[in-house]
């Protein structure tokens, strides 16, 4: 049987003791979706923004938290279309979900489900909400691996989510 002991609970994160093992646990979300958008020319979304716990603007995919609204309940893919928008202004004729993956399992009890966006068209400016300072770069498909190599020479620390991202764009039927 489990046992939880919360050792400290924040605004975003909370530390918790299970069987004697600590990690970290969200309380005001239930989970992580990343979005895999391309549009219709073939450029991968992608957006920069200034990260706390590095001290650094990282490149990576779209994501947001999923029940952070003060839905409990939100389903996976109305938090991906509701987070496109927000961070890119981007809007997705069709949504697919794709997988669910630990982040780091030894650290926290977080899962993001990758979710694959189609059929994009502009809505919106994007850049984030109130607290968030959002660029969108779109980058074609067939310069991104030259584009991500210039950008972490020139010292933008990468998500490597975006390889998982490119590996599903190229390998569809894995």
């Known amino acids: ?6 050792r400290y609970e924040g605004h975003y994160l909370s530390l918790v003791e299970r069987d004697h093992w600590e990690f970290v646990t969200r309380p005001n979300a239930h989970a992580v979706v990343v979005l ?4 219709d020319e073939d450029e991968l979304v992608l957006v920069e923004q200034y990260r706390r716990p590095v001290d650094a603007r990282v490149i990576e995919l779209p994501a947001g938290l999923v029940g952070d609204t003060g839905d409990p309940d939100e389903p996976i ?19 697919d979900h794709v997988m669910d993956c630990p982040t780091s399992a030894g650290m926290t009890d977080e899962v ?23 660029d969108t770069h779109l980058v074609p498909l067939d310069q991104v691996s030259g584009w991500l190599r210039r950008r972490h020479a020139e010292g933008s620390p ?12 190229t390998h569809p039927d894995d």
Request: net charge negative; with cysteine.
């Open 1 to 6: 049987m489990k046992t939880d002991v919360c």
């Open 36 to 39: 895999i958008a391309v549009t």
């Open 77 to 95: 893919l109305k938090a991906a279309g509701r987070e496109l928008t927000e961070e890119t202004g981007f809007e997705a004729s069709r949504l």
């Open 112 to 134: 993001i489900s990758f979710v694959r966006a189609s059929g994009l068209r502009r809505v919106g400016p994007g850049g984030g909400d109130d607290s968030e300072d959002i």
């Open 158 to 169: 990468l998500d490597p989510k975006i390889y998982t991202a490119l590996y599903w764009l």
